[in-house]
């Protein structure tokens, strides 16, 4: 892979757009940030073709805005992605963790990148959520 622009991100834009969403309702905000999830997710080797691609970058966008809703995603995140794609919470569950798989398999050392650690084995789901969550907020 290019490494020359690991070092870029995250970029003046994101932080841009973070601030934008913040002012909004809460599923407006989430699609404002949805652009730089799925360029985070491209870059993580998972493409659209997987209906997880989708669910990945909203459930980002929305853990993105409100981190909390990493403490309880059987009871409030799956179920929220669920309702936004017009399907079970189960499926839901399961095509988040397909995704997961592929960008460790895809793209594993960008992930451990965006992770700010060493991750020794595959991300849990809610763990993979939480990486790209923290890598779409704006630089502390």
């Given amino acids: 892979g290019d490494h020359r ?7 003046r834009r994101s932080s841009d ?15 404002v940030l949805l652009p730089a999830a799925y360029s985070l997710l491209h870059r993580l080797g998972v493409t659209e073709n997987y209906k997880g691609f989708r669910y990945a970058a909203y459930a980002a966008a929305l853990c993105a805005l409100e981190r909390e809703r990493l403490l309880l995603v059987t009871k ?11 399907t079970t919470w189960k499926a839901a569950e399961r095509d988040l963790r397909t995704v997961a798989t592929i960008a460790w398999t895809q793209n594993r050392d960008y992930l451990a990148y965006l ?3 060493p991750l020794e084995q595959k991300p849990q789901c809610a763990q993979f959520l939480s990486i790209l ?6 630089s502390a």
């Fill in 115 to 117: 992770s700010q650690s």
């Fill in 5 to 11: 622009d690991l070092h870029s991100f995250p970029t």
């Fill in 17 to 31: 757009l973070m601030n934008a969403a913040v002012s909004l309702p809460l599923d407006r905000s989430a699609e």
């Fill in 133 to 138: 969550a923290l890598a779409l907020r704006p």
């Fill in 76 to 86: 409030l995140l799956y179920p929220d992605v669920a309702r936004r794609f017009g």
